[in-house]
């Protein structure tokens, strides 16, 4: 078990130093290559880092349980891989947080950019919750943190008000960049004013106020500067 995991581990690591340039490149990287941006390299592999993360909380649970019953010697060289083994995938999960933040940063917050980044930081809350259950010998512990780690996460949208956050975001874009947020507050205003009923949401009808208000000042959609 541990040769296996330490040759994956070793693969994991060596792909994360090879490119950490480009994981970690901030704005210049992508105001450099051709035809990248910001959306291109903010989504760029995150179906496959899920998967992968996916992938690799079932092995480490997998692995833990098998390894139970080793020897002392076997199980703190178990401790050891399987630290480097979570800190290669957390730090693919690092990377795309702040890749997302490149693209928050460039043209503001919405709904979807809010759930991938919760959702990444969630990841990240398992694997170090999924580390203390396999260096205290608890794996059986790890269900119990995963589920309520996920209602947390839960909770912390709910309470974050998804829509509103999107609609700060770009009143924040429109007071900085000019007529682009404008633009953008503008999209975020035909969007919100068709909702129905059944979509109704206190997020939604505050969103739906600063719409109203944004008209009441004569903010309204402009060319891009």
Known sequence: TNVALGIVTAL??????????????????VLTEVGLTYADYARRGFFELATVAGISLAVLVNCSRLVE???????????VIAALFILSVVALIVSALHRMSLYIDS??????????TVFMAWMIVVFAWLYLTIYRERIKQ????????????????LASNPIWA??????????????RGRVFLEDSKERFAGREYRTW???????QSAMRALDQTGVSAVEMD
Do not use: I, M, N, P
């Open 107 to 116: 043209y503001g917050l919405t709904r979807l950019r809010l759930y991938t």
């Open 69 to 79: 019953t080793g020897s002392v010697a076997g199980k703190r060289a178990y401790k």
């Open 12 to 29: 994991f690591l060596s792909f994360v130093c090879v490119q950490l340039r480009y994981l970690f490149g901030g704005h210049e990287r």
């Open 142 to 157: 790890f269900a119990w943190g995963l589920v309520l780690t996920g209602y947390a996460a839960t909770f912390f949208l």
């Open 201 to 207: 949401t206190v997020g939604l009808t505050r969103a």
């Open 166 to 179: 999107s609609v700060e975001g770009r009143d924040a874009l429109c007071g900085e960049y000019g007529g």
